[in-house]
């Protein structure tokens, strides 16, 4: 049986190079035991009740569980007291979704929202 000849590859592997995302011009997250100090303090601030402006609009007394920054980091929003408020989870869930969906299409724009939870100014 004849001995079979390797063929030497022909093709070179084309370099790798990795996309560079780009960062957006907000600040770094707070995590940990900071944002649970901060956390406390902002519920109390707004007394435990959810601030979106659904529930405003609709003079509601939901119970907040969290807090939610009014305009998001991605979108250039400040980590600090005045961009946060207190807001139930599910006014959170649809909020996070519908600022999901405006980040998927490449901008912050609460003029288009569907949910009713952003402030408009």
């Known amino acids: 049986m004849p001995k079979l000849k390797t063929i030497k590859p022909r093709l ?3 370099p790798i190079r990795l996309a560079q995302v780009a960062r957006p011009a907000g600040t770094e997250r707070i995590r940990g035991s900071a944002l649970q100090k901060i956390r406390d303090r902002i519920l109390r601030r707004d007394c435990g009740v959810c601030r979106c402006e ?8 939901r119970f907040a569980h969290e807090i939610e920054h009014r305009v998001p980091l991605w979108a250039g929003g400040a980590e600090d007291d005045d961009n946060r408020y207190a807001i139930n989870r599910e006014c959170h869930e ?4 519908c600022e999901a969906r405006m980040r998927a299409a490449g901008g912050y724009n609460p003029a288009a929202c569907t949910c009713g939870r952003h402030r408009i100014e």
């Open 12 to 14: 070179q592997s084309a």
């Open 54 to 61: 659904q529930c405003l609009r609709e003079g509601s007394a």
């Open 94 to 97: 649809a909020k996070t979704k």
